[in-house]
């Protein structure tokens, strides 16, 4: 098995011996499914209540691209503003550490008392966890832009906007594109936090019922769908990056030759 096979087969063979691990403690330690379910109940569970699931993953996943699209677009403006200014870089990268250090979780009965229940603090919540490493990622890009390369600029007659658009945003793609594959995973993270506390439907909603339910395989199932959702959207964005982004990638070649192979 040559080396490009090897990579290719290596993350199913991880979730393979996952799984195998997890059926062999179950097994091995006689562990009832209320309290935690092998895979072969979870998949069975999985397929029993698919159409339930389907619904309210697609709820889940809209109201998740709703607030990941709006840090997204916030959070690159912000950034691209905090990054090219020191001052401002200075005045309001400490506000934004103090925002994200706020526990997430202990905000949405504030939103539901402000919005009501339902998908409003969802979406909230999504957006304020996908915020921050949109900003922090395409803020560091810009204010490590060399000074060397911005002087240059300067003397050929470029404007702030010219070197903001040939020079920073393209400076910034690969950050971009790293601090997305980070957002979206969190924006997943919270929204189904808002449908556990205060949702009417969505993934978290069905974790809540059936977590009252004591329905554990159920709960497990709801948590691979939202699992292969985040798995789904993180693989996107990696293609788009590659696409986008090539010039800035190591060479396999140079990957080898660090590796030693």
Known sequence: MNRQTLERLAPWLTIAAFVALWWLVVIVFDIKSYILPTPAETVRSLIEYRRALFINGMATLVTTLIGFGIAVVIGMILGIFVGSSRLAYKSLYPILVAFNSVPKAALIPIFVIWFGAGTLPAVITAFMLSFF??????????????PELLEVMRSLGASQRDMTVKVGIPRSLPYFFASLKIAITLAFVGSVIAEIVAGNNGIG??????????????VFAALLVVGIMGVGMYAIFDVVEKRMTGWSARSEISMQQIGGG
Do not use: K
């Open 133 to 146: 490493p949109v900003v922090a990622n395409v803020a560091t890009a810009f204010a490590t832009i060399e």
């Open 205 to 218: 909603n069905v974790m809540l019922v059936a977590g009252s339910n004591f329905d554990v395989p159920l």
